[in-house]
């Protein structure tokens, strides 16, 4: 589902309708290499095309079917292209647009689903279509409870995961404990009460007259399996099939493509790389891809391996992963070539702790954006969204700004709405006061952003206020790029056009990229790429992560840490810490993946092409100021404390609290007025747990304010007065009105 629903921040380059295509079918393969024309000409009979990372595939097979329309041999409207994600759709539609190939569908399996579903199923079952139930959440909760069982909010998404995961592999509520038995899954929770929820979630389903996502393919492949009339009409539409990413179908998804090409697999062309399959989990298998000649004796199989994306460096470090690779994925694996200039060797960086490492990390990525290193061309990757807030944190407090991939979709956020009707308006009235004397389409958009908040430079601090300015700031960008775009084509670049621009970027979820630091998940990251990358994090327990116990398991987080890797085009950073908190037991080791490629580790295998290890490893820093401290102890039963909330207040959450809960109120109170005054939320100023630890200890001065853990140096000097003015019953003096705030707590 995360795929499906995937937020919209893109490093892709812009791409418009202006640019007008070249004449000519055989200009469509100007500028391919070898390997690129052999997939564009390859217009007959089955085709498979296994393309490496940053090999260009989008580019190769975009071009087979421009190559095929405008030399006859396709008509658009028998095209369908099929993705993962509605961004990658929109880039592909982009992408046959310039190149002359209008009215191809390109669709995500979902959308091209339920579009089939929506035509036939009148015809089919009869009546209204069922409604959509784009959230299945709230009802697989209401499922447990009427199932007698209390499910956390982590418990419930993880149940609803194994449900879908059932579904895709269709498997029934009868038969999920065998399957996942047979399957060596590591369930979330007992097999036989999940098997009772989905069971209990279908016939909720039914009664209520909705379906699910899983639903609108289960139920199109059912109707086309069951009406030979429907399906033939269905193949008679759709002649000519492409699948992108083939690595990540799910039996559910095969089933339905079976359907549609039918009989006449002739005309499908599949492209996809074992090694970038990292979605098993969710019931993807790389099996139909790594099957496909056997299935298809007579397709033609064209290999990608030329790397346009990364450095030799980079890719000399991706080899290196794959080459100790085992499992049937690693037998097919491709052996990349990079077609890029030297640069930097990756970095290889051990810290103390993992706060150390996230606040270096972040004085690294101030260092690479002085040097003229673009925020949104940089990223943080992380095997867990867990990880994520220690950099938020360390990013904040040095003015650094970021975006988390997966939060909110662009193209919805309140700012960029509200934008978008102003601009529609202006270009309604044609002349407006606040767009008159401006010289240019860019410099219109920034008069009538301006009225809401756009300026020149950025505002101070991180926050809110920030994020709004950032959204701003990229609709300002991608304005300057659109004008500068048509202006080359000779074509007009006005308000109208660009509003027709943003119409059309909203409907495929392409949006612009906002400029600042990328903080995701290493799954969120498959499909991107940046100039520098960090992979943090990289210790045993987390890379591989602790659940991965089958051997095929720990292959496919390998694979996983190979799409970190090749997600960088220049600049790579890999490093990991010794203990979780400062003074912890350095007790971790780094991740075994790297073993033998970084420099000093033993290696386990051949390296690819009998080279030794290569990289600089740099040793790990201390944060300057920053207190070295042994175990905590519970101030109540002296157990040790392991959790960071419990270390922060010193005492164990089940043990009796001495919080004086009137200073509790009074802090909170002082610490909303703080965040309503700089635009930022209120974890900013300090987490609930540091406000809670200071009115349990209620410190008298300084010193004792310092040891607080989350009240570092910074926030000390800030608002230190303030605290302890409060902590004495007094109202603290109001602060300058330039006061601004530099981040959130230092971590516990």
């Known amino acids: ?321 794959l080459a100790q690779a085992r499992g049937e994925a690693a037998r097919h694996r491709l052996e990349l070539v990079s077609q890029r200039e030297a640069g930097p060797e990756p970095v290889y960086t051990e810290y103390e702790d993992e706060p150390t490492e996230a606040e270096t990390t972040a004085r690294r990525i101030q260092e690479l954006l002085a040097t003229g290193v673009r925020a949104s061309e940089v990223a943080v990757l992380f095997r867990t969204n867990g990880q994520s807030e220690v950099y938020e944190q360390a990013l904040a407090d040095i003015g650094v700004s970021y975006q988390l991939k997966g939060a909110e979709r662009f193209f919805e956020r309140p700012e960029v709405r509200d934008a978008g009707v102003l601009l529609r308006g202006a270009a309604r009235a044609g002349s407006d006061p606040l767009t008159d004397g401006a010289p240019g389409l860019a410099a219109q958009v920034r008069a009538v952003l301006a009225t809401r908040g756009f300026t020149p430079e950025p505002p101070a601090g991180s926050g809110a206020v920030r994020e709004r300015w950032e959204s701003l700031a990229a609709l300002v960008r991608l304005a300057e790029e659109f004008e500068r775009t048509r202006t080359a084509a000779g074509e007009a670049a006005d308000l109208a056009a660009y509003v027709a621009e943003l119409d059309a970027r909203a409907a495929a979820q392409h949006a612009p990229a906002v400029e600042g630091v990328t903080l995701a998940s290493l799954h969120a990251a498959k499909g991107l790429e940046w100039d520098a990358v960090f992979l943090v994090g990289l210790t045993e327990g987390t890379m591989p992560i602790i659940y991965a116990k089958t051997d095929e398991q720990v292959e496919e987080e390998r694979r996983l840490l190979y799409v970190g890797v090749t997600r960088a085009r220049r600049h790579l950073s890999l490093s990991w810490a010794l203990s979780r908190s400062p003074g912890g037991r350095a007790s971790r080791k780094p991740t075994r993946f790297l073993d033998g490629l970084r420099p000093g580790s033993g290696a386990p295998g051949a390296r690819a092409g009998g080279r030794g290890g290569r990289g600089v490893v740099e040793p790990g820093e201390r944060s300057a100021g920053r207190r070295v401290r042994g175990p905590v102890k519970c101030r109540v039963c002296e157990r040790v404390l392991t959790e960071a909330v419990e270390r922060k207040l010193r005492r164990c959450e089940s043990c009796p609290s001495s919080m004086d809960e009137a200073l509790y109120e009074r802090l909170r109170d002082w610490r909303a007025g703080q965040a309503r005054k700089q635009g930022a939320p209120a974890y900013v100023v300090f987490t609930d747990a540091t406000l809670m630890a200071i009115a349990e200890d209620v410190p008298a001065n300084r010193q004792e304010l310092a040891v607080i853990s989350g009240v570092g140096a910074m926030k000390l000097d800030k608002y230190g007065a303030a605290v302890l003015s409060l902590c004495a019953g007094e109202e603290p003096e109001e602060e300058p009105a330039d006061v601004v705030d530099d981040g959130p707590d230092e971590p516990a």
């Open 1 to 321: 589902m995360e795929r499906m629903q995937e937020d919209l921040l893109s490093g892709s380059p812009f791409d418009f309708a202006g640019a007008g295509p070249a004449t000519g079918p055989d200009a469509v393969l100007a500028g391919l290499d070898p390997e690129q024309r052999a997939v564009a000409t390859a217009l007959h009979g089955p085709v498979c095309v296994l393309a490496g990372a940053g090999t260009g595939k989008t580019r190769a097979i975009t071009h087979r079917i421009a190559y095929g329309v405008r030399s006859g041999v396709y008509q658009p409207a028998q095209v369908l292209a099929v993705t993962f994600t509605a961004r990658a759709a929109g880039e592909m539609r982009g992408r046959l647009r310039q190149l002359g190939a209008e009215g191809v569908q390109a669709r995500t399996f979902h959308a091209a689903a339920l579009r089939q579903l929506q035509y036939f199923w009148p015809r089919a079952v009869g009546g209204p279509v069922p409604q959509l139930l784009e959230r299945k959440v709230q009802l697989v909760a209401e499922s447990a409870g009427r199932c007698g069982l209390r499910v956390q909010r982590t418990e419930l998404r993880d149940l609803t995961a194994e449900i879908e995961w059932a579904k895709v592999t269709q498997i029934g509520p009868d038969d999920y404990p065998a399957a996942v038995q047979k399957s060596g899954r590591e369930a979330p929770r007992d097999p036989a009460e999940t098997a009772q929820v989905y069971r209990v979630y279908e016939e909720a389903k039914s009664r209520r007259g909705v379906i699910d996502f899983e639903d609108v393919l289960l139920l199109t492949a059912a109707i086309l399996e069951d009406r030979p009339d429907i399906a033939d009409q269905v193949r008679s539409q759709y002649r000519h099939f492409t699948v992108d990413e083939y690595q990540d179908v799910s039996p559910l998804q095969q089933r339905l493509l079976d359907q549609w090409t039918g009989t006449a697999a002739g005309s499908l062309c599949v492209v996809g790389d074992a090694s970038q399959t990292i979605y098993s989990f969710t019931g993807a298998t790389p099996d139909y891809l790594l099957n496909f000649r056997t299935r298809h004796p007579e397709a033609t199989v064209v290999k990608l391996v030329r790397d346009y994306r990364s450095t030799p460096q980079v890719v000399h470090l991706a080899n290196g992963l």
